[in-house]
Nanobody, 124 residues
Framework: QVQLDESGGGLVQAGGSLRLSCTASGHTFRRYAMGWFRQAPGKQREFVAGISWNGITLYGDSVKGRFTVSRDNAKTTMYLQLNTLKPEDTAVYLC??????????????????WGQGTQVTVSA
């Protein structure tokens, strides 16, 4: 099994920044994609950003130009830099994992592996 652990969420003012981390442990397979989703009350889960084993990235339309996803494979860790935060970014941010490094499918179909989430709250 794979375990995913997120950290870095918090309360910030609009225009501020946060950096989220997600570390994978256990059986992570040979090469894998990782991504971020977010869930706000009453709304459908939304794809935020993802990154393949070799560093190919995808972003959701609402965060393009503001968020940056990266990874350190030696540490089995993915990061999300959130800049110019807006109140509508408020959500629980969830880490996801795809053991076949299928970033496109991770974006559209979600994952069988999820972290517990970290709360991001942006005040106006």
């Amino acid at each position: 099994q794979v375990q995913l652990d997120e950290s870095g969420g918090g309360l910030v003012q609009a225009g501020g920044s946060l950096r989220l981390s997600c570390t994978a442990s256990g059986h992570t397979f040979r090469r894998y994609a990782m991504g971020w989703f977010r869930q706000a009350p009453g709304k459908q889960r939304e794809f935020v950003a993802g990154i393949s084993w070799n560093g190919i990235t995808l972003y959701g339309d609402s965060v393009k130009g503001r968020f940056t996803v990266s990874r350190d494979n030696a540490k089995t860790t993915m990061y999300l830099q959130l800049n110019t935060l807006k109140p509508e970014d408020t959500a629980v941010y969830l880490c996801a994992f795809d053991p076949k490094d299928a970033l496109g499918l991770l974006r559209t179909k979600g994952s069988d592996y999820w972290g517990q989430g970290t709360q991001v709250t942006v005040s106006a």
